[in-house]
């Protein structure tokens, strides 16, 4: 048997595994989806000595779509959320980027949030929570608090999480309108680890002209950043910003790692193309809106 | 410590099991070693490889990065469960042997549960399509060329099937 002993709870309700949470704390770890833990506890690199299973939590499997986002539950699995209708509709973006989370069978068992708590700087969904400036929910016997992006992700496979603290949610806001987002990466191969990663999103103001422009990247650093690029095209129509400029100041921001898969040039490469090839599709995505939000306008207008 | 053990019950293929198991035993342990259907295969055990790729309520996933305990009261398919009723192979089977998409065989029955799904999911695949839908499964055998083409063939034979079903319907 591959995972080191440990004692299995299975609550049959949030409150029971806040209970065991509180009981537990440093020895304790929540089993959501497991497609991160179990291969960690596979190679031993973790031994918790009690595992507390939420799989049995219904309530925690929702998928919540409001004008103002996406509020994706604990249990909610990646596949789940990217065929939802309202996340394409709200959070486009979000469906991209789950796209490129592992492989198919990997995202039927694997859970948004629980992607969210390993902090993986490998990972598209903290990127994508710090882009679009979202928050995890977190709860204990002591209450709830609410952690944005910017607090949450402390290190690499490090979040702000306390001990006793369950995910129970994360909120994924909704894109201003007149604004376009695109994820994109680039792996040797579709569903493994990406070399480089590029979360952009674009917001026009009324006249069609850039108001900002932000970025984040997987794989380039310790913890999702969101990178602010609005001074460099600030006030430029919506076709004709510089995407070489753009792709170079992306290049100089990031401060990438070298490792087995890519050398830190090498990343830094790839981002300059990313960040160029997403500025360019989120650009053409805000244009559409913002001629939609113009239609729209005119119609009510009429 | 001692070894902490559950009860649990699984419909596999149909059929329902009662076992008591460890806690810590992932599911392909469970199905290999408690039920001793030993068509699903343990690979890198870390969830990589996908050899040893099952339906859980039929959607494809890893069944080393799943607790047998986690999914007590689930349904399962494994490579067991693929042929049709009256013992014929299933469309993805026979398309695996028309194109000689395996050659020593391991990592066939996680080809076999993935595409399954695949083509129910997606019945026209194109060939690109076909390719992402197999990055999860490792091959060291074929080069990946004639699993892609099975991936087409078996949809192919799946569309063949339905509509010879719909043709007997429509005769009768």
Redesign the interface.
Known sequence: MKPPKFTYHAPRTVEEALQLLAEHSTDAKILAGGQSLLPVMAMRLAAPAHLIDINRLEELSGVEVDEDGVTVQALARHAHVEAHEGVRRRVPILAEALRWVAHPAIRNRGTTVGSLTHADPSAEMPAMLALLGGSVVARSTEGERVLPAEEFFVGPMESALRYDELALAARFPAPPTRSGACFDEIARRHGDYAMCGTGTMVTLNDAGRVESLTMSFVSVGDVPEVYDLSPLVAGAAADEVDLTAVGERAAEMIDPPADLHATADFRRHLATVLARRTTRTALGRARRAASGAQELRDEEQV | ?S??T?EVRLRVNGIPYLREI?????LC?VLRMDLELTGTHVGC???VC?AC?IL?DG????S????G??VDGHDITTVEGLTEDDGRLSPVQQAFVDCHGLQCGFCTPGFLT?ISS?IEENPEPTEEEAR??V??NLCRCTGYQNIVASVLRAAEIARERSSETTEEVSTR
């Open positions: 410590m070894e902490q559950a460890p806690v810590r035993r992932t342990d055990e870390h969830g996908g790729t859980l959607e494809p996933v890893r080393c990065l799943l607790l305990v986690t993935t695949f992402e839908a990055s999860g």
